[in-house]
């Protein structure tokens, strides 16, 4: 439902790269493809979900109308190319650990093959979005680097807000559909290598400034995964002790 959710707010999606990426020419061509193809993703996850019954269709629409109604709307100090073409970096990588995993979880092999080719979609976004991002670090760094950082220390899902954000987003972390580690390990640290952005020698005072204001964010991000780890660790195990001393009980009588 998550997923599903984030995936219809997609005409707010539409706007925000049509305004910050142009209508014009080439990148015309691409907002209409992208929108067309994320498109795809809402559909077929909602007829799945319809076709099997999975969840209260009724719910499931006024969700979504509150969800669309309220819209997705990026910060306000957040425009212009750089700031947004870093983001949809990320969240494109976030977006395909996510529908992954919730595939992986379903035990269902008509949604696994379902959500790992909406996932492979997602992947191919994030590396055209990742190339545009390491032609501007090459082309422009001292403003691609502060692009980036305001990105990651202000990083948020594009689903956030929606009804029952909070408490699914609790349960797919305690699943391991996408959590705190995989966001540091498989989505941030990642592109972050792949651009090579703690080797380079090529910025001026206002990129290294930059870099080095990521670097403190992501060490507390470390220390921030290590005890959201830990605590899920101890939840997880007093759900097991419950668990098994209900099978105790049942068996005894």
Known sequence: ?????????????????????SQDGAWGTWVGRWTAEENRHGIVIRDYLVVTRGVDPVALE??????????????????GFLVNVAYVTFQELA????????????????????????????????????NLCAAALDLVPDQAMPAITKVLTNFQMPGAGMPNWRRNGVLMAKHGIYDLRQHLDEVVLPVLK????????????????????????????????????????RLLAREREVAERKGAGVAAR
Not at 1 to 21: K, V
Not at 63 to 74: D, L
């Open 95 to 130: 977006t395909r650990v996510s529908h992954r995993n919730t595939g992986r979880v379903c035990d269902d092999a008509v949604a696994d093959r379902m959500l790992a080719r909406v996932a492979t979609d997602e992947n191919l976004h994030m590396i055209f979005y990742r």
């Open 62 to 79: 006024n969700a979504r109308m509150v969800h669309m109604t309220q819209g997705a709307h990026a910060p306000a100090n957040w425009g």
């Open 194 to 233: 792949q651009w090579n952005i703690f080797g380079r020698d090529d910025f001026g005072p206002r990129g290294e400034a930059a870099r080095d204001e990521l670097a403190q964010f992501l060490a507390k991000l470390e220390k921030d995964v290590l005890k959201f780890e830990e605590q899920r660790d």
């Open 1 to 21: 439902i998550t997923n599903l959710l984030t995936e219809d707010n997609l005409p707010s999606y539409h706007r925000e790269i049509a305004e910050n990426f």
